[in-house]
């Protein structure tokens, strides 16, 4: 990490440096539907690994969408982050050539980094609302 004269680090190297070196990421839904027998015709294990290959791959429980299951999200990294890109989340990516797609992108950056490529603006969905608790 670069650092002042003194030898310290400061906030702004801190930044750069992090904005430089932390990938998208990617998280899995698998749970009742997402991963499961129930979405049929899917090698659910070779999908999540071959997202693993491209990026850090983070599988969670349920994302409360099942009517759109299998569901990716796709996280931006630090400098999409910084480019004021949000979660890109993507449902029925049931096909090989999807998962591939999501790949691809993941490689080239993903959000706020690379554009979304057309073909998966088709799987699009938008993410459920947090539901608050009464106090």
């Not at 070196?21 to 009742?32: E, G, L, Q, Y």
């Not at 429980?61 to 931006?76: E, G, M, R, S, T």
Request: charged share 20%.
């Amino acid at each position: 990490m670069p650092a002042t004269p003194t030898g310290r680090t400061t906030d702004d190297t801190r930044a750069a440096t992090a904005t430089a070196t932390v990938p998208c990421r990617i998280v899995v839904c698998r749970d009742c539907c997402c991963g499961s027998p129930k979405v049929t015709g899917v090698d659910h294990t070779a999908q999540t690994e071959r997202l693993r290959a491209v990026a850090p791959v983070r599988v969670s429980d349920c994302l409360d969408v099942c009517d759109h299951a299998n569901v990716i999200v796709v996280q931006p990294s630090a400098k999409g982050r910084a480019a004021g890109a949000r979660p890109v989340w993507l449902g029925l990516v049931n096909d090989p050539d999807a998962t591939e797609d999501i790949a691809a992108w993941a490689r080239a950056g993903g959000p706020g980094v690379a554009p979304l490529p057309d073909i998966l603006d088709l799987y699009a969905i938008t993410p459920p609302r947090r539901r608050r608790t009464a106090s």
